[in-house]
């Protein structure tokens, strides 16, 4: 399908587990990024990668690790899962044009629980 | 950082009557976005406006690029019930190399009464 997708939609782990997020794009957009979204808080930027094998931390990083080795695929890992981890995640890309256009779409979110 | 405070926090409404919203930057901003975001899925884009008094129209929304550059407001005519939903701005300044940030608003929760 085109656009972007998230897998799994729903998680749920526990303590100490490690967890990896996925995100695929068919754009082919350079900039690609991780958002948590929480009560209270809003949209908080993770980490984002400006292309392949370029990433870069965001707003709330801790516990987190990103790779990027291809441009459609964005992975989010939570390495000891904590359940201040318990959110909402949106992986987004970057739409620029060359008439300078810019724009970021979200894909569909996954939903983390973390006991 | 960059302050974004969207109002109101929520809105009831009755189906049929328009709505406005807005958001206010404490800084400038080179683009303004206006997303939805219905329950369970992720923001989907509704307007971008990239000048300054730039008006633009999606059906039955109205969105507009203040002058000042700081502010930004969204408006829906003749609201129906699948309006329902979270209405968030976001804003991307020019500050250095960070362009590709997005400072988002808090949200609009509106709730539509048929």
């Known amino acids: 399908d085109a656009g972007i997708t998230q897998s799994p939609r729903y998680k749920i782990t526990e303590t100490g587990r490690q967890v990896t997020l996925m995100c695929h794009q068919t754009?082919?957009?350079?900039?690609m990024f991780w958002y948590r979204q929480d009560l209270g808080h809003g949209l908080r930027l993770i980490y984002y990668s400006a292309a392949a094998d370029i990433t870069d931390k965001g707003e709330v990083p801790d516990g987190y690790v990103v790779s990027r080795s291809k441009t459609e695929n964005f992975p989010l890992t939570l390495e000891s899962a904590t359940r201040s981890q318990t959110s909402v995640y949106f992986c987004?890309?970057?739409?620029?044009?060359?008439?300078?256009?810019?724009?970021?779409?979200f894909g569909p979110g996954t939903r983390l629980t973390v006991l | 950082g960059q302050q974004l405070n969207q109002s109101p926090q929520s809105m009831f409404i009755q189906e049929g009557e328009d709505v406005s919203m807005n958001c206010t930057s404490s800084?400038?901003?080179?683009?303004w976005l206006w997303y939805k975001q219905d329950p369970g899925e992720g923001p989907v884009l509704l307007i971008a406006?990239?000048?300054?008094?730039e008006l633009t129209s999606n059906g039955r929304l109205t969105a507009q690029f203040g002058i000042t550059r700081k502010d930004s407001f969204l408006n829906i005519s003749a609201s129906i019930p699948s309006d329902v939903g979270i209405y968030f701005c976001a804003g991307r300044g020019n500050s250095g190399g960070s362009n590709y940030k997005l400072t988002f608003g808090k949200g609009t929760l509106l709730t539509v009464n048929p």
């Open positions: 406006l990239y000048k300054a008094g």
């Open positions: 987004a890309s970057r739409d620029v044009t060359t008439g300078g256009r810019d724009t970021q779409y």
């Open positions: 800084s400038i901003f080179n683009t």
């Open positions: 754009w082919s957009h350079s900039y």
